[in-house]
């Protein structure tokens, strides 16, 4: 499975702010300048995931976006749905009934599947905070963070 931006930007973002403090709003361009994204395009992402139940959205000059469950109750999967990204298999080609070798192989780019996709929804957004906090701690105090 190849992550694309669309995926890359929106696991960054919401990581940066389960990051920060819970119940203070983080506006786009605060979250652009620490992951070094676009603005303009994270915020598309983030609307994407507002409209999914992911975040939610503060308006005003001290607005922005918070996590709208806590880290535990977001998957990965989740996220990536949220934003359009799909998880699917090679598309299907019909077999010749002599080809028992290419079912075998896709039977087995199938298997493959389920369990890339039941993995999606079992990391949660709390998991790889503690990766990403035990990766800052191994790196010393003055290490920002950036996925």
Do not use: C
Request: proline share 4%.
């Amino acid at each position: 499975m190849k992550l694309t931006t669309r995926g890359h930007y929106s696991v960054k973002a919401l990581l940066d702010l389960s990051l920060q403090a819970r119940n203070k709003p983080v506006s786009v361009n605060v979250i652009a300048e620490r992951q070094s994204l676009s603005a303009p395009y994270l915020e598309k992402l983030l609307i994407a995931l507002r409209k999914a139940g992911v975040v939610r959205s503060v308006r005003g000059s001290q607005g922005g976006y918070l996590l709208a469950l806590s880290p535990d109750q977001i998957s990965l999967g989740q996220i990536l749905e949220a934003v359009g990204e799909t998880v699917e298999p090679l598309p299907h080609q019909p077999l010749a009934d002599h080809q028992v070798e290419d079912w075998v192989t896709l039977t087995l780019w199938k298997r493959l599947h389920e369990k890339l996709k039941e993995a999606l929804y079992q990391i949660s957004l709390e998991d790889l905070y503690y990766d990403a906090r035990s990766w800052q701690a191994a790196q010393g105090e003055n290490i920002s963070f950036i996925v």
